[in-house]
């Protein structure tokens, strides 16, 4: 049976921290380890899918007890092979929760995680792809770019801190990066203008377009494309992964207006 004929599971599952990495100033990877039962129920889920992460925070009465704060997460790599786990943290604007404890994880920490199932690829199929993000989108614009076959093109449009968080993007297909330097995402994007101004190639058959970054970005790139220019809603996904000012818990509903 395979997993489109099945209903995906939902998994959650705790998991212990390998090691801690500071890939960039501003980026931070913590590595879990995948123990014999986590790697069974990892077997169905992609690099680059959502989690659900359960950061546990304490009361401020000082109570023992602590409350499990969820945050959305994209984990950046499943390695079975290594059973290695990654998950990328991004230090841009007001601390966060999420934030909080990556910078204090340390190995044999735990971390609950909720995952889902799915066969589904993380683009659909198509000749060229303009991929959109901030600092936010870097996992999974890179598990993108390693998941493209050799024999299509993309341009890679990314938003980071400054020149020390550029990062190397692996991918078989025929890939051009174009790095934006902003010190400040909180007070605004250049992304939703390099959008708007990017010529797509001629004579391309299929075209896709992929964007995740801050909430008021997303809301005008997807103006531009489907409401400007008619872009074919099955041809784009823009989906806010931020909103400056706002916790996740303030800006779920946001979420889900702007997830296609």
């Known amino acids: 049976m395979t997993m489109n004929s099945m209903t995906a599971r939902k998994i959650r599952s705790v998991f212990t921290v390998k090691n801690k990495k500071n890939i960039t100033p501003h980026l931070i990877r913590v590595v879990f380890n995948i123990d014999e039962h986590q790697m069974e129920l990892l077997a169905n889920v992609q690099s680059g899918s959502n989690n659900k992460i359960f950061i546990p925070v304490h009361t401020e009465d000082q109570s023992p007890e602590s409350v499990l704060i ?81 024999f299509v093109r993309a341009k890679v449009l990314l938003e980071v801190h400054g020149k020390k968080d550029e990062t190397v993007l ?43 970054a801050e909430y008021t970005t997303i809301k005008e790139i997807r103006s531009y494309f489907k409401t400007e220019l008619c872009w074919d809603p099955h041809g784009i996904h823009a989906v806010s992964y931020w909103k400056s000012g706002q916790s996740e818990d303030e800006t779920s509903r946001d979420r889900q207006i702007q997830r296609d």
């Open 70 to 150: 969820t945050r959305t997460y994209t984990n950046r790599k499943i390695d079975l092979e290594n059973r290695e786990l990654s998950v990328d943290f991004v230090a841009h604007g007001d601390s966060s929760p999420a934030l909080a404890w990556a910078l204090k994880a340390k190995p044999d920490d735990l971390l609950e995680i909720g995952m889902k199932e799915s066969s589904r690829p993380l683009v659909p199929e198509a000749d060229f792809y303009l991929l959109i993000g901030d600092a936010t989108a870097l996992p999974v614009i890179s598990a993108i770019a390693e998941q493209l076959p050799s």
């Open 170 to 212: 692996c991918s078989a297909a025929d890939l051009s990066v174009e790095w934006v330097y902003n010190p400040h995402p909180e007070q605004g994007s250049q992304l939703a203008d390099l959008a708007r101004d990017y010529e797509f190639p001629t004579g391309m058959l299929k075209k896709y377009i992929y964007a995740a």
